[in-house]
């Protein structure tokens, strides 16, 4: 039987934001268009806008796909909409296999963890270490002050897209995302880094 190459957006985001915050809405929002496109939703599987966005695409009849942590215990398992957890041992086998499983990534407001998964797939991209992937979209301005410096100390870098709505940000990943850009997730843990000594 062929393999059929899914598209997966990755969404990156925080743990911390309620139900009844603003990022938690608009993550809701991002989870929900994502499924209504066909596109299978891919975060780290915990709480805050990850928890939304699953939740909204599981709403919305999509597939999710959470990414856990042994080294995370103290957070417990997935949220209750992640439909296919993925666990890994620690942060840096984790970060990978949420890189390597996205077709196209979008970064929502999020503290240390959450620039840590930018950093990673920006340089990643910039470099040209991962191929057919689509475009990092950050949802909000809330990255804004950390961009501008870096587009002007390197100015022929991969620029990370900025937009300010969920529909910018759907409409952005629509046209870049061509049937051919999905990477083969058979082997998206086969490149895992080893765990620091």
């Known amino acids: 039987m062929k ?9 990156f985001g925080s743990s911390t934001p309620d139900a ?6 608009i993550a809701l929002e991002l989870g929900r268009a994502i499924a209504a496109e066909g596109w299978t939703l891919c975060n780290g599987g915990y709480g805050g806008t990850m928890e939304a966005a699953a939740k909204g695409a599981t709403e919305a009849g999509g597939h999710t796909i959470g990414v856990t942590c042994a080294a995370f215990g103290r957070r417990g ?5 992640i439909q296919q957890e993925i666990p890994t041992f620690d942060l840096l086998s984790r970060l990978n296999t949420l890189m390597r499983l996205g077709t196209a990534y979008v970064v929502l407001p999020g503290g240390t963890g959450t620039l840590l998964e930018l950093a990673l797939i920006w340089e ?5 270490v991962l191929r057919g992937r689509g475009p990092i979209v950050l949802l909000g301005d809330h ?5 501008e ?3 002007l100390d390197t100015p022929t ?3 990370p897209a900025q937009v300010a709505t969920v529909a910018e940000a759907i409409g952005l990943l629509r046209t870049s995302l061509t049937p051919n850009a999905a990477p083969d997730t058979d082997t998206a843990g086969d490149e895992s880094p080893s765990s620091p000594s």
């Open 77 to 81: 398992g997935p949220n209750a909409y």
């Open 124 to 128: 990643t991209l910039n470099k040209k």
């Open 3 to 11: 393999n059929v190459k899914k598209t997966i957006i990755t969404v």
């Open 149 to 151: 410096p870096i587009q």
């Open 143 to 147: 990255w804004a002050p950390l961009i």
């Open 157 to 159: 870098a991969v620029t």
């Open 20 to 25: 009844i915050s603003d990022d938690y809405q």
